[in-house]
């Protein structure tokens, strides 16, 4: 008889994406990504970070304004995983940590993706946002929350 307690899918993709977002060198928020295709297969993962050949260590990792504000740098772990794919993501699921931005939105609809399914929504009443779902909603992506379990995992080496 086969084990009764493994990871359901949504559960793997997810954790997936949450280890991928342990990569970020971003201080404050660490964001992760994990494209699955139909067959449920990953397709392609990111997190949030400097652009390739962009040192991590010459750019702004803060909130200030103008020229030292990260926000003019970091790519998102949404595009950076549509960005790192081998092959098309369309008709894909992608699983991220934090609900897409406006401008990851942009990505994920031209890209073809089919679905977001997210862990966080803790920027819901920002215009970013409003915007996503309003995009989304216009191209018939479909999002929803993960459904957190009571599973833990344990990562050890």
Known sequence: MKRADYLSWDEYF???ALLSSMRSKDPSTQVGAC????EKRIISMGYNGMPHCCDDDEYPWGHEEGLNSKYLYVCHAELNAILNSNTSVRGCTVYTTLFPCNECAKAIIQAGVAEV????????DSDSVRASKRMFDSAGVVYRPYVVSEKTVELSL
């Open 14 to 16: 997810m954790g997936i």
């Open 117 to 124: 399914v997210y862990l966080s929504d803790k920027y819901a």
């Open 35 to 38: 494209i699955v295709n139909a």
